[in-house]
Every structure is written in structure tokens, then in C-alpha cells.
């Protein structure tokens, strides 16, 4: 069991066949989700699912993540590229070792995986996922 950053095999092919829409204004909505180590999350990870999802009881994380603020899309040079705003998990107290953005929009469909590289905790207080620069070069997902 690991969880394997990626972008999702079954992701790819949505994207060529348009299923997938990052516009900033009327596209598709997405939420993050995170994991404990044990959970088995890849390249073959299809959809969101609560196996190794960190617990909801008594930790002030609600299953299923919360929403994702998308950045858009941009074009810069021959790298397409789209992001999102910072999440913060705020009143926690919890361990997370990964996390899956997903597509709430089209059948919760896998967006991509992330591994943090070590567990990370917070004990009563502020989970942030921090996202990297909107920039062709820093993105979270990069096209080119």
C-alpha cells in the first residue's frame, strides 16, 4: 500500500475526451481529500473513495475533503497549465501522508494524486495544502 503521485491514467484520457473542464468561470467543481499512509492511491486510481481516507470521527475533517478553488487555465509558451487556491483544514487534529483531487462534477473522477513525502500532522489547529505558483513552470498540473 503507498500512494503514488500522479496523474491518474483514467484523468488523461478525460482530458482527450473533454470530459474535464478547468475554466474559472462555469467549469467543473473539485475537492481534496487526504489520506493516511496506508491508503493506495496512483496512476490507476480511477474516482475518490474513503478507503485510507483519514478519519471523519473526531477530528474536525469531514469526509470527502473540502472544495477546491480553481485558478483557470493558462497557455505560456507550449505549456498549457491550471492550479488551485491554498485549502486549509482549520480546527484539526489529524495525519495525512497524501491527498486526491477530484472531480465532483463528472462522477468524482480521479484528478490527481499527491504525496506529501512524510506524514504531516496537526494537532488542534490549521491543515494548509499549499499549491505552487500559477506559472507554466510550477503549476500542480502542467501540460507540455
Not at 475537492?31 to 473526531?58: D, H, Q
Not at 491527498?99 to 494524486?113: E, H, K, Q
Request: proline share 1%; charged share 10%; aromatic share 10%.
Amino acid at each position: 500500500m503507498a500512494i503514488t503521485q500522479a496523474l491518474p491514467n483514467s484523468f488523461k484520457k478525460q482530458l482527450l475526451d473533454g470530459d474535464q473542464d478547468f475554466s474559472s468561470a462555469g467549469g467543473d467543481k473539485f475537492k481534496l481529500a487526504l489520506y493516511v499512509s496506508t491508503a493506495t492511491l496512483g496512476a490507476s486510481t480511477t474516482s475518490y473513495t474513503t478507503s485510507g481516507e483519514v478519519s471523519s470521527s473526531g477530528t474536525g475533517y469531514t469526509t470527502g475533503g473540502k472544495a477546491l478553488v480553481n485558478s483557470g487555465t493558462s497557455v505560456v509558451s507550449t505549456v498549457a497549465f491550471t492550479d488551485f487556491a491554498d485549502l486549509s483544514f482549520t480546527s484539526v487534529t489529524l495525519t495525512a501522508r497524501g491527498c486526491l483531487i477530484y472531480n465532483t462534477s463528472f462522477s468524482n473522477s480521479a484528478v490527481a494524486v499527491l504525496n506529501f513525502g512524510a506524514d504531516k500532522t496537526a494537532t488542534s489547529g490549521t491543515f494548509t495544502i499549499q499549491f505552487p505558483a500559477f506559472t507554466s513552470s510550477a503549476a500542480i498540473i502542467r501540460i507540455s
